[in-house]
């Protein structure tokens, strides 16, 4: 079993289900009355696009996670590479835009939010499980 990637497959997964249910109750927070309308309709809609593209940022952590889970245990060297590049590619992109998100509001809000450090080290366990 390859550890490195074991690790930050558990990491997505972890990450999935606090996104999932921690951020669920801050979704529903929101108060809908105070939301523009979208182009598909009032508050309502706009409360309910929010709330799909929440959860479909936590199925993207999930399946990237159960995918380095399936490659932490592959013998195959082309497989592991390539799901490896894509999923660290991925993980990057999702740290450079936490980080440079963070800097355009405080830099302190680098240490407000776990995701920038956690994208930082999910990415960096995964280029040191492929490669």
Request: glycine share 10%; proline share 5%.
């Amino acid at each position: 079993m390859n550890f490195a990637l074991a690790c930050a497959g558990a990491l997505s997964v972890a990450a999935a289900a606090v996104h999932g249910i921690v951020g669920d109750r801050l979704v529903r927070r929101i108060d809908r009355h105070a939301l523009p309308k979208s182009p598909i309709g009032g508050p309502n809609s706009t409360f309910g696009l929010i709330h799909v593209s929440w959860h479909l940022v936590t199925i993207v952590f999930l399946l990237a996670g159960a995918a380095l889970f399936a490659i932490s245990t592959s013998g195959n060297a082309a497989l592991v590479r390539g799901v490896g590049i894509f999923l660290a590619a991925m993980y990057a992109c999702f740290g450079l835009f936490a980080i440079g998100y963070s800097f355009a509001r405080l830099p302190s809000a680098l240490l407000k939010h776990p995701a920038p450090i956690g994208f930082v080290v999910v990415t960096a366990l995964i280029c040191w499980g492929a490669f």
